[in-house]
């Protein structure tokens, strides 16, 4: 079983996730410039190291590259994405119904916020629309775009307004790139709104999710980066909330990055808490007093000055963890191999 490097401390020990751990998944906090970027490189090295797959999304064009020979660039706008929702493969081998299929489409591709009846069972006959003759289509979003536009009426146009931003933004179409096997992928959206990169990555992740589960474990190690996970649904129900608590048992890792976890209510912080390792940067004075709290209730006051003075690198890391193979169950400050910015170069 592969080990999950978190960071080293003082003499250059490694520290891992111990394989106890209720999972392997880690939530990265902290202000901007406190490290964060530098360390998730970091990681991504060491997972390439043992011979790991990785998926990362980059939304505004800062994810570090560690070196071109390990990532492997995709520009979401530029190269594209190639999805197979209509695939009925397990149509015809009689392991799945059209009905489920359409379902899973529908599940996929709609917002949360699209609730009428009346317009998702326009979108329903999209679908079925798409899949009869997809053949005559270059991409699947253009099929179920067409079977929008097959229908008339008010609730036809308001199914297509809820569904045109992705459907004729001309992102899921074919592409030469693939996602590679051993290497970082980062997938660029950069350049495109923030409402549409959402939908975007939740529609990949929906798609991961499925193959996931029906191929069962990975084979090999296969790890989801996520940056400004804040963004992104993971109430009871999405995707995200699925992948943290469901995902372990199909052997994949999520590492989810943000600012700070003051932002979350109690029910968030509840799912964001299946993650169980998580490493705390550096924080202004106010954020600090919030999280010293979830990092241990019983030494609030020495967790916000730490936190609030923290060097560039440094994370108060908190899981079940473990130096040269010795379980460690208390907060320990680990550091990045590369130091400041090492040998790492921004991606261009």
């Known amino acids: 079983m592969y080990r999950s490097y978190v960071g080293q401390i003082l ?8 394989k106890d751990s209720p999972n392997q998944h880690i939530i990265i906090t902290g202000i901007s410039g406190s490290g964060k970027s530098v360390r998730i490189a970091d990681l991504e090295s060491n997972i390439i190291e043992q011979g790991g797959t990785i998926l990362a999304f980059d939304m505004d064009g800062t994810h570090l590259e ?16 190639e999805i197979k929702l209509l695939d009925t493969t397990l149509v015809e081998a009689k392991k799945e119904t059209t009905i489920n299929l359409v379902q899973y489409i529908m599940e996929t591709i709609c917002p949360r ?25 270059v991409s699947d979003m253009e099929a179920i775009l067409d079977g929008l536009k097959e229908q008339d009426g008010p609730a036809a146009v308001g199914a ?26 980062i997938i660029s959206l950069q350049g495109i709104n923030p409402k549409t990169q959402k939908r975007v990555v939740e529609i990949m992740l929906s798609i991961l999710w499925r193959k996931m589960r029906i191929e069962g474990t990975a084979k090999q190690r296969f790890t989801l980066v996520l940056d400004e996970f804040q963004n992104f649904d993971f109430q009871q129900g999405t995707i995200l909330f699925q992948m943290l608590t469901e995902i372990r048992k199909y052997g994949v890792q999520l590492i989810l990055s943000t600012q700070t976890l003051s932002i979350f209510n109690k029910r968030q912080l509840a799912v964001i808490n299946q993650a169980a390792t998580k490493l705390f940067f550096a924080h202004d004075v106010t954020d600090a007093k919030k999280m010293a709290g979830l990092i241990e209730t019983k030494n609030k006051e020495k967790w916000t000055d730490e936190l609030s003075h923290l060097k560039v690198g440094k994370a108060v890391t908190v899981g079940s963890l473990e130096i040269a193979g010795r379980p460690v169950n208390h907060p320990i400050i680990t550091s990045s191999h590369y130091g400041e910015m090492g040998n790492l170069m921004l991606k261009i």
């Open 66 to 81: 560690i070196s071109h020979d390990i990532c492997h660039f995709i520009s979401a706008q530029e190269d594209g994405l």
């Open 113 to 137: 916020e699209m609730h009428g009846a009346v317009q998702l069972g326009i979108v329903r006959k999209a679908i079925q629309f798409a899949i009869h003759n997809r053949d005559r289509y």
């Open 160 to 185: 297509y307004n809820h569904l045109c931003p992705i459907l004729e933004s001309n992102i899921f179409r074919y592409s030469t790139k693939k996602i590679e096997a051993n290497k970082i992928n």
């Open 11 to 18: 003499g250059e020990k490694d520290v891992f996730i111990r």
